[in-house]
């Protein structure tokens, strides 16, 4: 025992002590969730000791590749009291992000002059929305609860999302790795305030101890469907082979074997998500944020691979898709030319950027340009 109180003694003290009805409370924490645009909304304890075996397999394997991010935090991820000591729940919040005016994502998948973008980076920066949502019902709870400690999260941090989001019922962890709920389907984000305080769990109430059962059943489309085959066995992803890793984690050259598995897809992947029977349930984002910018579900390759590096900075302004910055942009719409059909067009366009100051854009500009067999540039 320490000689003076760690904050996690403190804040444990304190709950001790307080008056707090917590499961009115935690009634109101789901209620005011929704009311702030969150489709679901439960509450989990901290417990993540099978996660974190599987996370460490995952590690071991190399399969996050490049993203030492992952690996760096250590015991942190799967232990949220270690990230931010005294937290004793998870409160973990969905909102559905699938933009109710975009072109039909198979139809842009088929035409090969068209660019995909992954349905949840055709609007607003979620991590901004989602944000500014945690804090605003972050700060409900403490009116309620003045002795609040409180973390909020989205997508920022060594934080294992699905499985706390599983732990507090709001679905169930698909063949694909991803979040699913029967009522939603898989287009959702996941955000998350660790507080200090012991609400109850969701399922404690409804005397339910078992996560969401599993609705997966034999299905494995998302398995099957996989452009690169990066779904290596149900719930194990390999990123490396990923196309949304390829084309947003990975900073350098795009591994030349997968390149013609890419497509048009030039910033992240739906693909798994599209072949889900379950997303035949899901619902369109009702958030004006999410609403598709710059008509950017239906443009053509040609005129983004054109834009100079301002006009990629103005246009792409509040969006997640500028995080990759402008020469990871036309690396990918490189790779997505070299698939493209041949034309004079998307000759021209690749011929514009063989000089491109950037070695990594001109060996993406000459491998696309040798796959239309025009050599030598
Ligand atoms: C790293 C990461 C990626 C990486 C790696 C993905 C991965 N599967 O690990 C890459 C860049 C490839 C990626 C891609 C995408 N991502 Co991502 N990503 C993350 C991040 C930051 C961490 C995920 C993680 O912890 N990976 C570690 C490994 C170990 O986890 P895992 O592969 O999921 O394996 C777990 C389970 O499958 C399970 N498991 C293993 N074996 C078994 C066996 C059984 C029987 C069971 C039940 C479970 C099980 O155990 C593992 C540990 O829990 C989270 C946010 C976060 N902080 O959690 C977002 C997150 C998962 N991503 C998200 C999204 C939207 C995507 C994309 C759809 C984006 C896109 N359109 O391009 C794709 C989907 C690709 C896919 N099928 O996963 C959302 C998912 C929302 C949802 N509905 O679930 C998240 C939650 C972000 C958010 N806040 O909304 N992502
Ligand atoms: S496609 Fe089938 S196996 Fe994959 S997540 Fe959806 S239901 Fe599960």
Known sequence: ????????????????????????????????????????????????????????????????????????????????????????????????????????????????????????????????????????????????????????????????????????????????????????????????????LPLPPSGMLEKKDTPEENHCGTCKRCIETCPTQAITAPYQLDARRCISYLTIELKGSIPVELRPLIGNRIYGCDDCQLACPWNRFAHKSVEADFAVRHGLDDVALTELFAWDETTFKERLAGSTVHRIGHEQWLRNIAVALGNAPMSAKVLAALQSRSQHASPLVREHVAWALERHHVFGQ
């Open 1 to 196: 025992m320490p000689a003076y109180p760690t904050s996690a003694m403190i804040s444990f003290m304190q709950n001790e002590t307080s008056q707090t009805d917590y499961a009115a409370l935690a009634a109101k924490i789901k209620a005011w969730g929704r009311a702030l645009g969150f489709q679901a909304v439960g509450i989990s304890d901290t417990a993540l000791d099978a996660a974190e075996a599987r996370l460490l397999e995952w590690l071991a394997r190399g399969y996050h590749g490049e993203m030492d991010y992952m690996a760096k935090h250590g015991a942190k991820r799967s232990r949220p009291a270690e990230l931010i000591p005294g937290t004793l729940r998870v409160i973990s919040l969905r909102m559905d992000y699938y933009p109710p005016d975009a072109r039909d994502a198979l139809e842009v998948l088929r035409d090969g002059n068209r660019a995909f973008i992954s349905r949840y980076a055709l609007g607003r920066d979620y991590h901004k929305v989602l944000r500014s949502r945690l804090e605003k019902l972050a700060e409900k709870i403490r009116a309620e609860a003045d002795d609040l400690n409180y973390r909020v999260f989205t997508d920022s941090a060594p934080v294992m999302e699905i499985e706390l989001a599983q732990k507090a019922r709001l679905g169930w962890c698909g063949k694909h790795t991803l979040l699913l709920s029967r009522e939603h389907g898989s287009w959702f984000f996941l955000g998350e305030i660790y507080v200090n």
